[in-house]
């Protein structure tokens, strides 16, 4: 909404079924088989599997199994680090799905140290963004990553970076935060104009919001989140 | 047309600078980055690159770099062709810039063998399709092939089924001849029912004909091979 103001958004919130951090790979794979093409029958002309854990676990099985482009946040999160680091020394905080997938180790060249951090997002859904509990679970994640004198931090969860300026604290200033989605959206930035469809300044951008939970929940929580009011969510059952 | 007749369909002829096969990889390149902007701005939704040079040469380099999904006919091609082969000996024809990027070699496990045949374009496009110079040309471009014992014959460009009769009287039938395209379209069939937007049987599709080089050339050439009349092919200037 920030980098691509004039881009009409379909975001879908699998908010009955968050967090996926801790759940198979086969069932993450079924969920992701539900979504897309309830995005592709809505219009979506690009999508991006803006979920950590579906980018590491669903994306490389579905990736070409459908009719429309799907962008996961691994590869520009690995580029982003790599552009970043120049110890080659890289942590990664993300999901225990993430984590034990692999995908980040295998898509940066230097070396990955990981930590998987399942208390983040029920914490930051819950509201606990800046709590004291929070900062307490983050020194435990981050006490093994820092011993490695990592010197780039990458939030692998899309949760994360909510928590981006209590990590800040706790790994000073010597660590850069990478955040996967912003270089997404600069590639998606790229692509767009490269196929002269980037949308003109005039059109503003609408975003609609699906949610397979509560819709009052999702107003509440993601308004917060989003720092900005999100005025509906419609519910919708996937099959 | 025949697979998925109630699809839309925008076709680009680059009847301007066919044949591709003996051009340098750069400039493959290049001309695909002039086309793919071309078609998505015409509002393809999804884009097969229904050329053989084109898909071994300038896919691998631009398959992520456009906001829609792009569909080689290599990766199809060589999944035919190991389903096809018994002895996993497998013969490639194509064009020299196909044969020369090792595209094939590198999709297929099993033994590939390899000619590129420079004249089957010109003779094809010039109304030689079931003559003597070109069932003596095929014969020796078949010759290193056939001594290799092979079970299974690519037709590696985009042309060459048009030729698939007088090769098939060539090769015999102990050989089985393989179109990537056929692959290509049952792989977009399961796409667009796996995302639940293949055209119902109640809508016919349309198909719009664009080209670079003369339009009349195109209609009468283009309406011979396909089988059916082509009544009308726009030229264009690609950027």
Chains 1, 2 share one sequence.
Do not use: W
């Not at 086969?26 to 979504?35: P, V």
């Not at 002309?45 to 962008?71: F, N, Q, R, W």
């Amino acid at each position: 909404m920030e980098k691509l103001p004039h881009e009409d958004l379909i975001y879908l919130a699998d908010t009955a079924r968050v967090p996926y951090g801790n759940r198979a790979p086969e069932e993450i794979i079924e969920i992701n088989r539900e979504i897309l093409p309830f995005l592709i029958k809505e219009g979506a002309k690009l999508i991006v599997m803006a979920c950590g854990t579906s980018s590491a676990i669903a994306y490389p099985v579905l990736k070409d199994e459908y009719p429309v482009h799907i962008i996961s946040l691994i590869e520009a999160g690995a580029r982003a680090a790599e552009n970043a680091t120049r110890s080659g020394r890289i942590g990664l905080i993300a999901t225990a799905a993430t984590v034990n997938s692999g995908a980040y180790p295998q898509a940066i060249k230097g070396q990955v140290f990981s930590a998987a951090c399942p208390l983040f997002v029920p914490l930051i859904e819950g509201g606990f963004v800046d709590s004291d509990e929070t900062r307490k679970v983050a020194k435990e994640y981050l006490k093994p990553l820092l011993k490695e004198d990592i010197d780039t931090l990458i939030l692998g969860c899309t949760h994360y970076p909510h928590l981006a300026n209590l990590i800040k604290e706790i790994v000073g200033n010597n660590v850069t935060l990478v955040d996967p989605a912003e270089e997404v959206v600069l590639d998606i930035k790229k692509m767009l104009k490269k196929a002269g469809t980037l949308k003109a300044a005039n059109t503003p951008g609408k975003c609609e919001y699906f949610v397979t939970g509560s819709p009052l929940q999702f107003v509440e929580v993601g308004s917060r989140l989003l720092g900005r009011p999100i005025p509906h969510a419609k519910q919708i059952a996937l099959a």
